[in-house]
């Protein structure tokens, strides 16, 4: 699984290659699940809201956009959705659009950093792409056999349409009702983890 929070404002095709590499040999053939956050953007400059390169450059990435602390895509907008005294400079939104799959927790996220110390308000689309990557480890760890597009599919299947956003269905998202903020919805650690395990029940001498 790589987990990927960059972007480049020039498309190269050695990046787009390894990408390709990637979702196409890795594991073995299987392919590699690879999971991009979606970007920011300023709120002051909504003009680049679209999912930024690479994560808008192959199908098969799975990408993520970040959620505020009311559930909602991440957009700088209602102050009650964000913890402001925690040393806010600045809030970016979260980039969207058609190439957006689901969305995970983007502010106050507590994680390790580069010191070897420890920090509570990791925050933006960096901090949800992630989210997602865990989400695909565990379900690999359980059962190797998936491919990549077994990953992604099984994640955007189960996620859950939350933010009040009207989700509707359509013939380009053939893994369930989408929204272009939101994607498949929120992403679904459990849920995704446990359709990742095939169960087999026998009895005498039948298979089920």
């Known amino acids: 699984v790589i987990s990927n929070s960059w972007g ?3 498309r190269y095709k050695v990046i787009d290659d390894a990408i390709n590499n990637a979702l196409r040999n890795g594991r073995g053939g299987k392919g590699c699940v690879v999971v991009f956050s979606s970007g920011n953007y300023s709120v002051s400059m909504p003009i680049g809201s679209s999912v930024g390169y690479p994560a808008n450059s ?3 990435i799975l990408v993520v956009g970040a959620t505020s602390t009311c559930g909602d895509r991440l957009n700088g907008i209602n102050p009650n959705c964000f913890s402001w005294g925690r040393g806010f400079t600045s809030i970016a939104g979260s980039c969207y659009g058609n190439e957006l ?4 927790p983007g502010i106050e996220i507590p994680t390790t950093d580069l010191s070897n110390s420890f920090i509570t308000d990791f ?3 960096s901090a949800a792409a992630p989210h997602a990557a865990g989400v695909a480890a565990l379900m690999l760890s359980l059962n190797g056999n998936l491919t990549q597009k077994d ?3 099984i994640i955007e299947q189960t996620a859950k349409k939350t933010g009040g956003y ?3 269905l359509s013939l380009s998202k053939p ?3 989408w929204h272009n903020e939101m994607g498949y919805g929120l992403l679904n650690a459990s849920d995704a983890v446990s359709q990742s395990v095939c169960n087999t ?3 005498v001498n039948l298979s089920f």
């Open 8 to 10: 480049s404002s020039v």
């Open 58 to 60: 192959n199908p098969d």
């Open 101 to 104: 799959d689901v969305v995970a």
């Open 123 to 125: 925050r933006h689309t």
């Open 151 to 153: 990953v992604n599919k």
């Open 166 to 168: 009207p989700y509707f």
């Open 175 to 177: 893994n369930g009702s």
């Open 201 to 203: 029940l026998s009895l």
